[in-house]
């Protein structure tokens, strides 16, 4: 009986962290489409669709905006009881979008982004 909870738990786990798995390629084609439409965009026209930046910086000739996004924490936790021993693990992250703009000369040149689920 406790190899069959254990198997459950392990097996409820990995669909887990394959639905986090699906939801960062649908949250990356959304962003991706979201700011290619963007690309060649003034700066004023960027942040009207995406608000008020995180932060900026200049680097070189190029200023960036930075955009960043929390989505809350997650959590995930696994029991495997045994007859002599319950054994479990547990973690916790943060789901969150970050987004950098390039500017060269007040147009948006490039982007990239990281989204974490």
């Known amino acids: 009986m406790g190899r069959v909870i254990h198997l ?12 986090a798995h699906i939801e960062v390629q649908q949250r990356q084609k959304e962003l991706t489409a ?7 965009k ?17 680097v070189g000739g190029l200023e ?6 929390s989505y809350g924490t997650r959590t995930q936790a696994a029991v495997a009881p045994n007859p002599y ?3 479990g693990s547990a973690r916790a ?10 500017f060269k000369d007040g147009v948006l040149v490039k982007w990239d982004g990281y989204v974490q689920r």
């Open 64 to 69: 960036v905006l930075r955009y960043y996004q």
């Open 34 to 40: 979201r700011m290619d439409a963007l690309l060649g």
């Open 42 to 58: 003034p700066k004023e026209e960027v942040v009207l669709v995406l608000g008020m930046p995180r932060d900026t910086a200049v």
């Open 85 to 87: 021993l319950v054994s």
């Open 8 to 19: 459950l738990l392990v097996t409820s786990s990995l669909m887990l962290l394959g639905c």
């Open 93 to 102: 992250w943060e789901a969150y979008d970050a987004i950098n703009c390039y």
